[in-house]
């Protein structure tokens, strides 16, 4: 389980980097690599070239405003985890990354690589596709802004192209009327979830305004249900989800693992927003 | 199948355990690898080779990170620890290796080095774990041999010899 | 007095290094940049059965740090024959076993095919992508079901893929059945599994033109046994190979099985390319190429009484042996054998059949057939209990060999080819501890607060007994330095047991020297030539007995030499911390002066060793050595029982499961052991730890998951899952009981591998204890639960 060769470069700036990358179109991006490493070492990726973006200034940032949190593609999870700023803008951030692997490997993985790696197993892509933030990606046309709902296109595919290198991402911050919560069910602590949810709820007094949920490791891909007005929320999103199989959990238990989350998260969202809504 | 082309080597030099060792690596050689093999520290330990199991955990500028998923030429700039630094300077052993050996927290030895790198980091952040704290410190990485029973304790012992160096 | 130090919490001598990141593993040995070791890859197969058509290595030759690759074509005279088959047995009747390297037919993914030898280890992995086969794809089997069907053949000369076919009995139990006022049978399932230690398998080797003799460092449990393979294979004699054992990361069974192919390739290449060659196993080559265990299909008919004692007892199943089946029968008979846990039913018979798959093949893993004895045998006395309305632990106790029943003969061989006898026990009295210690009588109550507050908990129990301690034979040599310092080599391995603290142990007690002077080393075919492995709990009673005899021998002589020195007689001698004294006196001579003296000289080579010279010792009327004696002090000795001795306990387990997601939590875990006299409770803690967690892996989360093509589907720790701290007790709560051994000096009994014995069948009942559904097939996932939840509404 060694590495194919590769040619490395570790360039200085953002323009060298996107040139080093438009040059070679097997060329990948290694930013904290956690995913990217096995894969290499597998050999089940043979890029012929990687681009080592870890000597980029400026990129390390948690940028957090009332706006919402902006993490720069070097931000490692830890960073955002520790922050005690991004949990009072946006707590799901904070709640999801709780569950990403483990301490250690958060110590080195990024948010943005993260979120762009579109694993449909994984926390993030489903909390910003939820959140409705978005990705800003450098590239050769310039800077672009992409939403999650455009970003998330297959499992382990975004609308990026080769030559886009995505810079930072944004996930909005949480409303004074709204609520958050998060679950997932997993073999073992720390693994890939069998299921995950969270959801996003907006009251106005003790009405729900509006309610959705984002679900991870159940279908292809992060998918976002709306589920303001269903009685039985579990029930509404099976609906509009097309869970699959494997070898740790058949059809018929994921069906159930979203049966029993959807409605527990969503009421855990809820008496959020209301605790929030009430000051 | 892509065609094997020859590695370019890089020059790297490494400091781990606040010594410098200038290397000569192609840019695929794991950290890990270059630790063992082209320093010889052969205390770090590679026993999946895809960052689950924990055994090859050094510190990175004192924060635990898998070695085997990290590349030799991408940490020129940082400091890196591995059990070989976890000691006192006159080959004295240090709060969380005494407690390992106080508790018996090791067995076969493989995945320790990991195990105490992880502690060692963990218990800078946090000196006072409580056992759940400890249990959450040691999470990520495997032991097949201690069914981790012992390493618990270990870690609340270290604390407390930390603890008593320190007072 | 010197405090005796068998039975202390001794910390572990070995730590000192293994703390300091000075453990010596074999991947560390001739650790590259110096040594000129050159490394080894292996092209396996990516299909469970196929034909190989054609090999081309051309491309591999051209690559530059390439140094040199083997297809079996190339292999020379012995080196082409198959792998031998290691342990015999007259019902094996179409034993099978693979090449170092593939010849004409691959049988399992993973199965070697060329082997390369390289700069690197990058550059082997990129050569053996290098090299083209053609393989004629053929039909795989997967499974027992498959097996069992036989549409297709694993090996075309055996016959519905039964490679052996055994029966033992004791009375006529299907009589016994037909008789009895009550019958019920049972289908019970056990998956695959596998041993995965932190450190793979790894071989070094290094040729040494200048005294023709070959170096091989293996991560193995048996370096006498990978010693003579290397040295028949190779065409050497014994005498010119050397085989060490470095520090291993762990065993479990896996690394007793032999040669590995790599343990013969690597010696080869090493003195084909005059080089030190070294092979480290990755984890996706020890998931798809290193031994699997575990899975086994069985069915019970069983006949009792009213009371639930057993009349008759009837078991057929169904071993699968995987691709090859070079470690025997061993993990099938210890199925069929220590299924009897400590029940005596009246009659009983056993048959099964091992079958070929075309998968990893099966040798021993911690327990070794046993875990699924215990759940075939502890399934049935839940189901009988079940099936009278009686408590499961009173079932047990109508069943148990009673302490005045010792020893107690079976009627049926065990896997040593010896009777199958217990030496000694007490279960009442372990079932007595076990049912204190996790509040059995309680529980009841608890059970239905619990209910009330709609949780849902059960409780389970189960019985074992393990046969530890199986020859044929082990040794120690114990030698005194003019030091005073003591150096002692047992011949079996260790792979992180403590052997170096227990056995140390033992000698300060017996020489009466300090702790800190006495070294062990083991292992080390240089130091100890004659020796079998760590294998079936035996390192403390056979090395440990082996110890004691050799440390013994070496005091006898020391006395008889101060005795003489001393002019006192032996009786009135003692040894205290190192040194001999005439009880009552003052008069007293250094052990390591003993050691000056046991050596007559000719030359002294430092101050002390002038005690010993010619003009100054010795009876000029009497040779300098005695005929009947040797010089130097030292003692070897062997231990070789002639049967093994019998270890068991019991363990309880309460569990919770989630009414609507099936998660299954522990929330106690208690363990009654007996092992007998214990060396050092510390480390039979550990041991006991180690394996319950084992068991829980076993029980709950670890299963190997092949497809119907034969590809392993979770060949990785990411799939594979083994237990975190996050999944195990967060206390195990043990008592022991110490019923010692009557067939060795120290009364011992094994204590390595009960751990993981009874996990499935405790969990599986306090499983079913809850949910009130039969658990008949282990491991079981919340997947797997909520399966036989649906299907209890919906039958």
């Known amino acids: 389980m060694k590495p194919a060769p590769f040619a490395y470069v570790r360039p200085s700036s953002l323009s060298e980097a996107l040139t080093a990358l438009g040059e070679d179109p097997d060329a990948k991006v290694l930013a904290g690599g956690q995913s990217l490493l096995p894969l290499l070492s597998m050999r089940l990726a043979q890029p012929s070239r990687l681009v080592?973006?870890?000597?980029?200034?400026?990129?390390?940032?948690?940028?957090?405003?009332?706006?919402?949190?902006?993490?720069?593609?070097?931000?490692?999870?830890?960073?955002?985890?520790?922050?005690?700023?991004?949990?009072?803008?946006?707590?799901?951030?904070?709640?999801?990354?709780?569950?990403?692997?483990?301490?250690?490997?958060?110590?080195?993985?990024?948010?943005?690589?993260?979120?762009?790696?579109?694993?449909p197993a994984s926390e993030l892509p489903a909390v910003l596709a939820l959140l409705g933030g978005s990705v800003d990606v450098e590239g050769p046309r310039g800077r672009r802004t992409v939403a999650a709902e455009e970003l998330y296109v297959g499992p382990l595919e975004t609308s990026l192209s080769h030559d886009e290198i995505a810079v930072e991402a944004f996930f909005p911050a949480?409303?004074?009327?709204?609520?958050?919560?998060?679950?997932?069910?997993?073999?073992?602590?720390?693994?890939?979830?069998?299921?995950?949810?969270?959801?996003?709820?907006?009251?106005?007094?003790?009405?729900?305004?509006?309610?959705?949920?984002?679900?991870?490791?159940?279908c292809e891909r992060p998918t976002v249900v709306d589920l303001t007005c269903a009685e039985d929320p579990g029930e509404a999103a099976l609906a509009e989800l097309e869970p699959s199989a494997d070898i740790h959990a058949s059809l018929d238990y994921r069906r159930q693992l979203v049966r029993v989350l959807t409605p527990r998260v969503l009421a855990a969202a809820t008496e959020h927003a209301r605790r929030r809504a009430h000051g | 199948m892509a065609e094997v082309f020859r590695d370019d080597l890089h020059d790297v030099t490494l400091h781990v355990n606040g010594a410098a060792h200038d290397v000569r690596v192609p840019a695929r050689r794991l950290l890990s690898d270059a630790i063992r093999h082209d320093c010889g520290l052969?205390?770090?330990?590679?026993?999946?080779?895809?960052?689950?199991?924990?055994?090859?955990?050094?510190?990175?500028?004192?924060?635990?990170?898998?070695?085997?998923?990290?590349?030799?030429?991408?940490?020129?700039d940082a400091e890196i620890t591995t059990v070989e630094g976890l000691g006192g300077d006159d080959d004295s052993l240090g709060p969380v290796q005494q407690a390992f050996a106080e508790c018996h927290g090791l067995q076969c030895g493989f995945c320790t080095p990991g195990f105490l790198t992880t502690i060692t980091a963990g218990l800078r952040e946090n000196p006072t774990p409580t056992r759940e704290e400890a249990t959450e410190m040691i999470a990520g990485n495997l032991c097949r041999c201690t069914g981790y029973q012992n390493i618990v304790r270990s870690v609340l012992r270290a604390a407390e010899i930390q603890a008593g160096e320190q007072s | 007095m010197t405090t005796r130090l068998f039975g202390q919490r001794v910390e572990r001598v070995e730590d000192q290094r293994f703390l300091r990141g000075r453990g010596r593993y074999v991947d560390d040995v001739l650790v590259d940049t110096h040594a000129g070791t050159l490394h080894a890859a292996v092209l396996r197969s990516p299909h469970a059965?196929?034909?190989?058509?054609?090999?081309?290595?051309?491309?591999?030759?051209?690559?530059?740090?390439?140094?040199?690759?083997?297809?079996?074509?190339?292999?020379?005279?012995?080196?082409?024959?198959?792998?031998?088959?290691?342990?015999?047995?007259?019902?094996?009747?179409?034993?099978?076993?693979?090449?170092?390297?593939?010849?004409?037919?691959?049988?399992?993914?993973?199965?070697?095919?060329?082997?390369?030898?390289?700069?690197?280890?990058?550059?082997?992995?990129?050569?053996?992508?290098?090299?083209?086969?053609?393989y004629e794809v053929l039909p795989p089997v997967v499974g027992i079901d498959a097996a069992r069907a036989a549409t297709c053949a694993v090996h075309d000369d055996v016959p519905d893929n039964v490679g052996a076919r055994m029966e033992q009995r004791n009375g006529d139990a299907p009589a016994a059945i037909a008789a009895a006022p009550r019958r019920i049978s049972l289908d019970l399932m056990i998956e695959r599994s596998s041993c995965q230690p932190m450190e793979g398998r790894g071989v070094v080797s290094r040729w040494d033109p200048d005294t023709s003799r070959l170096t091989v460092w293996s991560s193995t449990q048996t370096s006498t046994g990978v010693r003579g393979c290397v040295a028949a294979r190779l065409g050497l004699d014994l005498d010119q190979v050397d085989v060490i054992t470095p520090d291993v990361g762990g065993g479990f069974g896996v690394k007793i099985n032999h040669p590995w192919p790599e343990e013969l390739l690597v010696p080869m290449a090493a003195r084909a390319l005059g080089r030190p060659v070294k092979f480290t196993e990755d984890r996706r080559e020890h998931?798809?190429?290193?031994?699997?265990?575990?899975?086994?299909?069985?069915?019970?008919?069983?006949?009792?009484?009213?009371?639930?004692?057993?009349?008759?007892?009837?078991?057929?199943?169904?071993?699968?042996?995987?691709?090859?089946?070079?470690?025997?029968?061993?993990?099938?008979?210890?199925?069929?054998?220590?299924?009897?846990?400590?029940?005596?039913?009246?009659?009983?018979?056993?048959?099964?059949?091992?079958?070929?798959?075309?998968?990893?093949?099966?040798?021993?893993?911690?327990?070794?057939?046993?875990?699924?004895?215990?759940?075939?045998?502890?399934?049935?006395?839940?189901?009988?209990?079940?099936?009278?309305?009686?408590d499961r632990a009173e079932v047990r106790a109508a069943n148990f060999i009673q302490p005045d029943e010792f020893p107690f003969d079976h009627g049926l061989v065990f896997q040593d080819g010896r009777e199958l006898e217990y030496d000694s026990g007490d279960y009442p009295a372990s079932l007595h501890k076990i049912k204190e210690l996790i509040g059995w009588d309680g529980f009841p109550a608890l059970k239905a607060e619990a209910a009330a507050e709609g949780r849902r908990i059960?409780?389970?129990?189960?019985?074992?007994?393990?046969?530890?301690?199986?020859?044929?034979?082990?040794?120690?040599?114990?030698?005194?330095?003019?030091?005073?310092?003591?150096?002692?080599?047992?011949?079996?391995?260790?792979?992180?047991?403590?052997?170096?603290?227990v056995f140390a142990q033992i000698v300060a007690d017996e020489l009466g020297v300090p702790l800190e002077d006495v070294e062990v080393v083991s292992g080390d075919t240089r130091r100890m030539p004659y020796a079998v492995g760590t294998f079936a709990s035996r390192a403390a009673v056979m090395s440990g007995s082996a110890v004691h005899l050799a440390a013994k021998a070496a005091k006898d002589k020391a006395l008889r030499i101060a005795a003489e020195?001393?002019?006192?007689?032996?009786?009135?001698?003692?040894?205290?911390?190192?040194?001999?004294?005439?009880?009552?006196?003052?008069?007293?001579?250094?052990?390591?002066?003993?050691?000056?003296?046991?050596?007559?000289?000719?030359?002294?080579?430092?101050?002390?060793?002038?005690?010993?010279?010619?003009?100054?010792?010795?009876?000029?009327?009497?040779?300098?050595?005695?005929?009947?004696?040797?010089?130097?002090?030292?003692?070897?000795?062997?231990?070789?029982p002639q049967r093994a001795t019998f270890a068991s306990g019991m363990h309880a387990v309460i569990v919770e499961t989630d009414p609507d997601t099936a998660e299954i939590r522990i929330l106690r875990y208690a363990v009654v052991h007996d092992c007998g006299n214990i060396i050092n409770p510390m480390i039979v803690e550990g041991q006991i730890h180690g394996g319950v967690a084992q068991g829980v892996g076993g029980a709950l989360y670890e299963k190997m998951e092949y497809d119907e093509s034969g590809q392993l589907q979770n060949a990785s720790f990411m799939d594979f899952l083994m237990p975190y701290v996050t999944e195990v007790p967060g206390e195990i709560e043990i008592d022991h009981l110490e019923t010692p051994s009557p067939l060795n000096p120290l009364g011992i009994k094994g204590a390595g591998e009960a751990g993981v014995i009874p996990g499935s069948a405790a969990i599986a009942a306090a499983i079913e204890d809850a949910e009130g559904i039969a658990i008949t097939s282990m491991p079981i996932s919340p997947s797997d639960l909520f399966a036989l939840r649906s299907r209890k509404e919906t039958p």
């Open chain 1, 52 to 119: 080592d973006i870890n000597g980029l200034p400026d990129l390390d940032h948690v940028d957090v405003t009332d706006e919402g949190v902006r993490v720069g593609a070097l931000a490692r999870h830890s960073a955002v985890l520790a922050s005690a700023e991004v949990e009072r803008v946006q707590p799901l951030v904070t709640l999801a990354l709780r569950h990403v692997a483990h301490a250690t490997i958060r110590n080195r993985g990024t948010t943005v690589g993260s979120v762009v790696h579109a694993d």
């Open chain 1, 174 to 218: 949480l409303g004074p009327r709204s609520g958050v919560a998060f679950e997932e069910l997993a073999r073992r602590h720390g693994d890939y979830a069998m299921a995950g949810v969270a959801a996003l709820v907006e009251v106005d007094g003790d009405d729900v305004v509006s309610a959705s949920a984002g679900f991870f490791s159940v």
């Open chain 2, 42 to 76: 052969t205390g770090t330990h590679v026993g999946c080779e895809h960052g689950v199991c924990g055994a090859c955990t050094v510190l990175l500028d004192g924060r635990p990170v898998r070695s085997c998923l990290m590349l030799a030429v991408s940490v020129a």
């Open chain 3, 49 to 134: 059965h196929a034909r190989i058509v054609g090999i081309d290595v051309e491309a591999v030759l051209d690559l530059d740090g390439v140094h040199a690759v083997w297809t079996h074509e190339d292999l020379p005279g012995p080196m082409a024959e198959p792998l031998p088959l290691l342990i015999p047995h007259p019902a094996l009747t179409h034993g099978r076993t693979q090449h170092a390297l593939a010849r004409d037919e691959v049988n399992y993914v993973g199965e070697a095919i060329a082997f390369v030898v390289a700069e690197d280890r990058y550059v082997a992995e990129d050569a053996v992508d290098l090299i083209r086969v053609s």
């Open chain 3, 287 to 390: 998931f798809i190429s290193s031994a699997h265990e575990r899975g086994q299909v069985h069915h019970v008919e069983v006949g009792f009484d009213d009371d639930g004692r057993v009349l008759g007892l009837d078991v057929m199943f169904w071993h699968d042996h995987g691709a090859y089946s070079p470690y025997g029968l061993i993990v099938p008979i210890i199925t069929a054998t220590q299924l009897l846990g400590p029940y005596k039913p009246g009659a009983y018979r056993v048959r099964f059949e091992s079958l070929f798959t075309n998968t990893v093949m099966v040798t021993p893993y911690r327990g070794a057939g046993r875990p699924q004895g215990c759940f075939v045998m502890e399934r049935t006395m839940d189901a009988i209990a079940a099936e009278l309305g009686l």
């Open chain 3, 458 to 501: 059960g409780i389970g129990l189960a019985c074992y007994v393990e046969g530890t301690g199986v020859g044929p034979y082990e040794g120690a040599h114990v030698h005194v330095e003019t030091s005073g310092k003591v150096k002692v080599a047992i011949g079996l391995t260790t792979q992180g047991q403590g052997h170096a603290t």
């Open chain 3, 565 to 640: 020195a001393l002019e006192a007689d032996v009786d009135d001698l003692e040894i205290v911390d190192g040194v001999v004294r005439v009880r009552g006196t003052d008069a007293s001579l250094a052990l390591g002066t003993v050691a000056v003296l046991s050596n007559p000289l000719r030359y002294a080579f430092d101050e002390a060793s002038k005690l010993a010279t010619q003009f100054v010792v010795g009876d000029p009327g009497k040779p300098p050595v005695a005929e009947d004696d040797e010089p130097g002090l030292e003692g070897r000795d062997f231990y070789s």
